[in-house]
């Protein structure tokens, strides 16, 4: 009798595990269709061929099965270069309605004679009004900080997908023969044929020489702003970059190129900015010169991580972009080389995050009289803090997400578009790299951001923005700290005197040198304008520079005893801590 119920048991569960089966393939093909729908069929294409690679994949072990790969890989790259070809041809035909709506057809134009400009009119293109977009909207009133698991799923403005792009050699070979562009909907190109002379490196440098010469003629300190008469356009320089945009309803006084954005539209001159690198040389301390001009293979990092940022759309659109010979030295043993320059030309944006925070306050202490020590006004600035964060935290989780460390997170470095749009931008090497494996340790690289950025807003900006800012983020910040805990290089880290010294490593050992250089360069050293101070805790028994940063981003300062972030790092007796509390506030278990 046990014989038949078992083999009556053994059929039941083996159609059991059949309809469960069936029930998920269809759920499969579900999900599938309404991936498919509203793709194109290039994209559709692509898809399938990708499919076809990981399906032939899985039977590699025979000689048929490779044989099987090796066609499906080989369609597959076909797929791309068709799809590359058709995204070109597109940006080529718009690009040449911009030239035509802008150079008259009949001029012959060498890089010596530059064309004439005249005014047009024009009205934005539709060509890509159905490529799907995500409204950049400010952050609600009682709007609440994403889980980890919300990250991690990548949801509407927390998506992100990684976009195929040229290697740092091969971009870099790129833009010395021809002018690059990058953005979201097509990725990393070349300017094309459409664009006439303008298609060129050699065309540019003509314009490169007239914002050279004007920088020189109106030669300041590192981040002041003034006009320059000699071409109509306002400069403002840092360190190594000098920045030339024209005023609204002003005409520049150099000839400069078409450009059209990513869906087509011809853009007025004051809607971009030209980004290049200073020309003059500073004087070390022992007499020699320092140029702002870099070896080709780093300057190619910078320009990398520009193009990368602007490909995924963390930063600013790149219209265009070259790389330039900008002087030649020569060395003690008679050897030389050539350094070169780059050149952006990027889509400006609004203000940045400083300005954004001091209008704000401005606004606030306007609307409450002036009284700025009441609790109506100090509430308001929490609230302003909040939004500011968490309209911020999607450009930090998408740098992080894809594969992104700066160590140079500032709030004069995250800026937001004209349509309210936030963006990441100035990537020098020294101080940013985007790691191979973009998604292994994305919380440690996010934490880190969160924690840099948030001490600069401790200490930069008012306090009780600063308590808002940090009190939406704490709930992240602790659930990272229990994710982040693999990557050794950012709880290895200490509170040290490191001064700055440029790096191109790309290893965990330089990230910890990173993280403690410019933790030492901008709170160690530097007094607080209207915030907190960083005054870290040194020594051998010290707690890492980590915690610190982290202790002082939530509370503004180093000594603050907060055992939930102490649980989070694994301390066990914060645990324990955290354990008797409980205890004690239900004592009936």
């Given at each position: 009798m046990s014989r038949p119920r078992t083999a009556a048991g053994n059929a039941g569960v083996k159609l059991l595990q059949q309809r469960k089966q069936a029930i998920a393939k269809n759920k499969r093909a579900t999900k599938q269709t309404d991936r498919l729908a509203g793709m194109s069929p290039r994209s559709v294409a692509t898809l399938k061929a990708r499919e076809a690679v990981k399906a032939a994949a899985k039977e590699r072990r025979t000689t048929e099965g490779r044989a099987a790969l090796r066609k499906a890989q080989y369609e597959y790259r076909q797929q791309l270069d068709e799809v590359g070809r058709h995204n070109e041809k597109k940006r080529a035909e718009r690009r040449k309605q911009a030239v035509e709506q802008v150079v008259p057809k009949d001029d012959t134009t060498t890089p010596n004679r530059p064309p004439?400009?005249?005014?047009?009119?024009?009205?934005?293109?539709?060509?890509?009004?159905?490529?799907?977009?995500?409204?950049?909207?400010?952050?609600?009133?009682?709007?609440?900080?994403?889980?980890?698991?919300?990250?991690?799923?990548?949801?509407?403005?927390?998506?992100?997908?990684?976009?195929?792009?040229?290697s740092m050699d091969g971009l870099a070979c790129m833009a010395t023969a021809s002018v690059v562009y990058a953005d979201p909907g097509t990725g990393i190109g070349a300017w094309g044929e459409a664009a006439g002379t303008w298609a060129a490196p050699q065309r540019w440098i003509p314009l490169i020489e007239r914002l050279n010469r004007a920088f020189k003629s109106t030669l300041q300190q590192a981040g002041e702003s003034k006009k320059s008469q000699d071409l109509n356009m306002k400069l403002q320089n840092g360190e190594y970059n000098m920045v030339f945009h024209v005023e609204p309803g002003e005409e520049p006084g150099v000839q400069l190129p078409p450009l059209v954005d990513a869906d087509g539209r011809v853009l007025k001159p004051e809607e971009v900015v030209f980004r290049a690198t200073r020309p003059d040389a500073a004087v070390r301390n022992n007499g020699d010169p320092f140029h702002r001009y870099k070896s080709l293979e780093a300057i190619s990092r910078e320009f990398y991580y520009t193009?990368?940022?602007?490909?995924?759309?963390?930063?600013?659109?790149?219209?265009?972009?070259?790389?330039?010979?900008?002087?030649?030295?020569?060395?003690?043993?008679?050897?030389?080389?050539?350094?070169?320059?780059?050149?952006?030309?990027?889509?400006?944006?609004?203000?940045?995050?400083?300005?954004?925070?001091?209008?704000e306050t401005r606004r606030l202490r306007d609307l409450h009289a002036g009284n700025t020590q009441s609790a109506a006004f100090a509430e308001a600035m929490r609230r302003s803090g909040r939004k500011a964060a968490l309209w911020l935290l999607p450009v930090l989780v998408r740098q992080a997400k894809l594969g992104a460390l700066s160590f140079d997170a500032k709030p004069a470095n995250y800026v937001f578009g004209a349509d309210g749009k936030p963006y990441a931008i100035d990537f020098d090497a020294a101080m940013y790299t985007v790691c191979d494996d973009t998604r292994a340790q994305w919380h440690a690289a996010l934490l880190m951001i969160i924690a840099l950025l948030t001490a600069h807003v401790r200490v930069y900006l008012e306090p009780a923005i600063s308590d808002g800012w940090a009190n939406v983020l704490r709930p992240l910040v602790l659930e990272l700290c229990g994710h982040a805990r693999s990557a050794r290089w950012l709880f290895d880290a200490r509170a040290v005197k490191r001064n700055f010294r440029e790096s191109m490593e790309n290893t965990d050992d330089a990230s910890k040198r990173r993280l403690e250089m410019m933790t030492h360069a901008y709170f160690t050293s530097a007094q607080p304008s209207r915030g907190a101070q960083f005054k870290p805790q040194t020594g051998k028994d010290a707690p890492g520079l980590a915690e610190q940063l982290l202790k002082f981003s939530l509370h503004g300062t180093t000594n603050k005893r907060d055992n939930e972030l102490s649980a989070a790092l694994g301390c066990a007796r914060a645990h324990s801590a955290l354990a008797a509390a409980e205890t004690v506030a239900r004592p009936w278990g």
């Open positions: 004439e400009r005249r005014r047009v009119s024009f009205t934005p293109s539709t060509a890509n009004a159905g490529r799907p977009r995500i409204a950049p909207e400010a952050p609600s009133e009682d709007a609440t900080c994403p889980r980890v698991s919300e990250l991690k799923e990548g949801r509407g403005v927390y998506g992100c997908d990684p976009v195929g792009l040229p193009l990368h940022g602007a490909a995924h759309g963390y930063a600013p659109p790149c219209l265009a972009a070259i790389l330039y010979p900008g002087v030649e030295i020569t060395y003690d043993d008679g050897t030389t080389e050539t350094l070169y320059g780059a050149l952006y030309v990027l889509q400006r944006a609004a203000k940045d995050l400083v300005s954004l925070m001091d209008d």
